[in-house]
């Protein structure tokens, strides 16, 4: 009995002995969980000075991009070194904010750039008056994506004007100066009622843009909205105010009609007597009613 006693207890000390004297087990427990990673800004912070850099392509010619070859936009909505582009529109055209005044590259006219606060303290570059946007779904230096996008988002040329499309490839020819005087009558549809036309019937506009008895439509604007002009004063047809009748003298000494101090123009797209396809374009091109106003559409 004591020999069986002895032999346990030797065996119990030999396998505590082995356990103390062989190396610590290492732990498999899975580390404990880390904090996750911050979510990233929906827009990295501008740190420096934006830089404005020309682009080229064979439709739109020159047009102006970042320093990374992004191309940037304007939107007609806005007025001058004013956004109007916030929330969700802004969320779709970023707008190109800079920390300190915008450099101009090789081609650009630094005297054009400027900057415009926005409502939460960033600072928005503009050139020629008009805020610089990007667009969300140009994804490529080059890309154009943007371009006439709802007839208001428009690439912008050198000399701080809005690039059509329409009319980049070809430059339509000067129009022949007019024969005699302008004659300004009334048409009319179920939708607008009366509005003004020319003596053949053609539609005639109005541009919230311009100013009383000034015109800012001019180079390819003009092409796509060519203006009512005049060889003397025009003739007020039935129905017209004859006292609301004017004219306007514009850059290139042509004599452009007014009405109610607003210049009158075609839309290029209108191609039939009675056409109104230039209405509400842009929420800045309308018809124009026999007081002389703006005709919006119901």
């Known amino acids: 009995m004591k020999t069986t006693r002895f032999i346990v ?37 501008v ?35 004013t956004t109007v582009c ?20 090789e081609g650009v006219d630094a005297s054009l750039l400027g900057t415009t606060e926005r409502t939460d303290g960033t600072v928005q570059v503009t050139y020629n008056g008009w805020p610089l946007y990007y667009y969300e779904k140009d994804t490529a230096p080059g890309d154009v994506t943007g371009q006439n996008v709802g007839d208001v988002w428009f690439v912008v040329s050198p000399a701080g004007e809005m690039i059509n499309t329409a009319a980049a490839a070809t430059e339509a020819p000067a129009a022949a100066g007019p024969a005699g005087p302008a004659t300004v009558s009334l048409g009319q549809n179920d939708t607008l009622g009366s509005f003004l036309v020319d003596d053949k019937g053609m539609t005639l506009y109005l541009f919230t843009k311009d100013t009383p008895n000034t015109t800012v439509c001019y180079e390819k604007c003009a092409v796509a909205w060519p203006p009512l002009l005049t060889a003397g004063d025009a003739v007020a047809g ?51 009613s026999a007081e002389g106003n703006q005709v919006t559409t119901p």
């Open 86 to 105: 916030y929330e969700k529109c802004a969320v779709a055209w970023p707008p190109l904010l800079t920390t300190g005044d915008a450099v101009a590259g």
């Open 238 to 288: 039935e129905g017209v105010d004859a006292s609301l009748l004017g004219t306007t003298e514009r850059t290139d000494g042509t004599v452009q009609v007014t009405y109610n101090g607003w210049p009158l123009y075609y839309y290029e797209k209108d191609k039939a007597p009675g056409d109104v396809v230039g209405q509400d374009v842009g929420d800045v091109w309308y018809v124009v």
């Open 9 to 45: 207890s030797t065996l119990v000390g030999l396998v505590l002995l082995a356990t103390a004297c062989s190396p610590q087990a290492t732990s498999t427990a899975a580390p404990p969980p880390t904090e996750p990673a911050t979510e990233p800004a929906a827009v990295v912070p």
């Open 47 to 81: 740190t420096g000075e934006a830089m404005i850099d020309l682009a080229e392509n064979g439709e739109l010619g020159s047009f102006l991009v970042d320093d990374k070859g992004m191309t940037l936009y304007l939107f007609t909505k806005d007025t001058p070194n």
